[in-house]
């Protein structure tokens, strides 16, 4: 890089800001990667696709700078100076490290521009880094969670995709090469410093600069990421649709393998909604994901996971699909026959496709059973169908002698909620060949897989 990479943090700190001008000026050819001076006004977008963000449009000092979905407006426009500083037009104030602070978790804000070493940033073209020099630490978003309104602060470089920005006038590298062969892989992801292996399909015959869509593939308590690749018999299913799988494990250990720490019902060591969102913001550009087609399925404590996710993070889905687990929030602590209504108020409309056998006895389709159930299958897709604006009565079709279909349609935004209820459906996967011992008849009267695909394809 430039040569303010070699300045002594501690010696520019005490610069005066006529000083700091001129040493910043040397960073120009930091943002010559970003065009022409007139290309350099517009949004900083990073995680997950979201933007650097002034919280509620403010203009007063010591206004907080966030992470939030894009969108046009002041609150979001940044214009890069040869100075070295980001300055938001509307507000007239600078992006700042509160307090002149140095250490790993100084948050950002707005203030008057002045020059000062909290003010100064250098740009990694390479890198996509933006670091202060005053610290030598790089803007960075706090817990690597892309949720909105989530604080930025600075911390040490690490080259993480919560540190990594695309400035305004830069190319929008919606270019992608694929770094995961074909077939079956273990990719590492890093969430709040901790590696953690996943497990990943993909289909073959796909050019590596081809966009996939994604699915991310939650396995019940007691498994694992590959033993959910088994199970669910997802393979076939990738390669005759062309989407690729993500299978990572839960960490709390359960049996030979492990559960997810669903909110408000189990706890554990991770964050799980934090975490299978850093999962998809690394493995989407690992596996040159298309980030508009992401849905999520999962079986039985998988399932309750992910519509947990779904609540939580609906602007990462296109689509939910829960087999032996549909849930829609946690069960009310005061009528657990009814969902938490505060535990799921998803932002947007989430298309839904269930699946559950009324002989399920593990989690039954009238509800009861574990603490972690207790409200009715029927009661779970009503509720989607009231959060995506839904007509108030289902239509009922038969499918085969033991399957019928039960149908919220004319939803806002296209957000149908449908169920396939198998009469004699136990607790397990419909359409799999692989065998379930203990939890009932598997029916091999419908694929869910077919029929999951056909509905995310639809949506």
Avoid at 271 to 296: E, I, K, M, N, Y
Wanted: proline share 6%; charged share 15%.
């Amino acid at each position: 890089m430039d040569r303010t990479d070699r300045i002594d943090p501690r010696g520019v700190r005490g610069l005066g800001a006529g000083v700091l001008a001129g040493l910043f000026l040397v960073s120009a050819s930091s943002w010559a990667a970003v065009g022409p001076a007139a290309d350099r006004t517009g949004p900083i977008v990073g995680l997950a696709g979201k933007c650097v963000d002034v919280a509620a449009s403010g203009t007063t000092n010591g206004t907080a700078v966030q992470l939030y979905t894009c969108a046009a407006g002041v609150a979001q426009t940044w214009t890069i100076s040869d100075n070295g500083t980001l300055r938001n037009p509307h507000a007239n104030k600078c992006l700042d490290v509160t307090g002149q602070g140095t250490v790993n978790g100084s948050k950002l804000q707005l203030w008057d521009c002045n020059g000062s070493g909290a003010q100064q940033w250098v740009y990694d073209a390479s890198a996509r880094t933006l670091r202060n020099p005053q610290s030598g630490r790089c803007l960075d978003v706090t817990g690597e969670s892309s949720a909105d309104r989530t604080r930025l602060q600075i911390w040490d470089c690490n080259g993480q995709s919560n540190q990594q920005w695309r400035l305004p006038g830069a190319p929008d590298d919606t270019a992608c090469t694929r770094s995961v062969p074909a077939g079956d892989s273990t990719v590492a992801v890093t969430f709040n410093g901790v590696r953690y292996n996943v497990a990943v399909h993909v289909p073959s015959g796909v050019g590596a600069t081809t966009r996939l869509p994604l699915v991310l593939n939650l396995h019940g308590t007691g498994s694992s990421g590959p033993g959910q690749l088994a199970y669910s018999h997802i393979r076939s299913a990738a390669q005759a649709n062309t989407f690729a799988v993500i299978a990572p494990s839960g960490a709390i250990p359960s049996d030979s393998g492990f559960a997810w720490n669903v909110p408000g019902v189990t706890s554990g060591p991770r964050d799980d909604v934090a975490f299978l969102d850093q999962v998809l913001t690394t493995l989407s550009a690992s596996l040159c994901g298309q980030p508009d087609r992401v849905f999520a399925i999962g079986y039985s404590g998988g399932a309750r996971m992910a519509s947990a996710f779904a609540c939580a993070r609906p602007d990462r889905l296109e689509g939910l699909a829960a087999i032996a687990g549909l849930r829609a929030g946690r069960p009310d602590p005061a009528n657990p026959s009814q969902p938490e209504a505060a535990s799921c108020r998803p932002g947007r409309a989430v298309p839904v496709i269930a699946f559950h056998g009324q002989q399920d006895y593990t989690n039954p389709y009238a509800g009861g059973g574990s603490a972690v159930w207790q409200y009715a299958v029927p009661t779970a897709q009503q509720r989607w169908a009231t959060l995506n604006g839904c007509g108030a009565t289902p239509s009922t079709t038969a499918v085969s002698s033991h399957v019928s279909r039960i149908a919220y349609t004319g939803c806002r935004d296209g957000a149908d909620v449908v169920l396939y209820r198998v009469s004699d459906g136990g607790h397990t996967w419909p359409g799999t060949p692989q065998s379930s011992s203990g939890n009932g008849t598997t029916t091999q009267e419908i694929d869910a897989n077919a029929l999951l695909w056909s509905f995310f394809a639809a949506h």
